[in-house]
């Protein structure tokens, strides 16, 4: 199984940062990669796929970039709805599909 | 609008059955491939299973393998997961979630899930 592992696992911002979110495949998975924002007590909420496209409706504020094993979102301006966890997934290679660990970003 | 409602979730004891079920509304049921995707309290996502538009391939992770039976009723508009044999480590609040495709990319929408506690 590809493994997925996220970094940093939890990270603490200001409103108006620059944040970036590293996701790294275990090999290589093309540009088979969404990106997730989960709030607490909600659903997941995709917000890329194929890397680096933007889901509609999902403010341009939020990239993505990379291919093969390394991965990166990045929000240019963090603003406070942004605090949330987020979760990169696989899906070139299957079963089973996988998830990173996730990342936290807290309020600093 | 997409619409994923998932329901079927409770306390059971180890070794016991559910079945969960999600209610699909506001897009061609039919058209997609569909997901179910776990959470343990505290943690992160875990794929569980996959069936594609049509119920003709299904696949599992690992751990839910032989147990769990993900099934699809396309004129009910209604997505199962049958779940034998629990164990602790099966309580998580339980998401369904619509693949973009008809058989398996990414879930793009998801229903707000439903807990199942395994616990005696």
């Known amino acids: 199984a590809i493994q997925l592992t996220q970094s940093p696992s939890s990270l603490s911002a200001s409103v108006g940062d620059r944040v970036t979110i590293t996701c790294r495949a275990s090999q290589g998975i093309s540009s088979a990669l969404a990106w997730y924002q989960q709030k607490p007590g909600k659903a997941p909420k995709l917000l890329m796929y194929d890397a680096s496209t933007l889901e509609s409706g999902v403010p341009s504020r939020f990239s993505g970039s990379g291919s093969a094993t390394d991965f990166t979102l990045t929000i240019s301006s963090l603003q406070p709805e942004d605090f949330a966890t987020y979760y990169c997934?696989?899906?070139?290679?299957?079963?089973?599909?996988?998830f990173g660990g996730g990342t936290k970003v807290e309020i600093k | 609008q997409v619409q994923l409602v998932e329901s079927g979730g409770g306390v059971v004891q180890p070794g016991r059955s559910l079945r969960l079920s999600c209610a699909a509304s506001g897009f061609t049921f039919s058209n997609n491939g569909m997901h179910w995707v776990r959470q343990a309290p505290g943690k992160g996502l875990e794929w569980v299973a996959v069936?594609?538009?049509?119920?003709?391939?299904?696949y599992y992770a690992d751990s839910v393998k032989g147990r769990f039976t993900i099934s699809r009723d396309n004129s009910k508009d209604t997505l199962y997961l049958q779940m034998n044999n629990l164990r602790g480590e099966d309580t998580a609040v339980y998401y369904c979630a619509r693949d973009p495709t008809m058989i398996v990319m990414y879930p793009d929408y998801w229903g707000q899930g439903t807990l199942v506690t395994v616990s005696s």
């Open positions: 069936i594609w538009y049509d119920g003709s391939t299904k």
């Open positions: 997934q696989q899906f070139h290679s299957y079963p089973p599909l996988t």
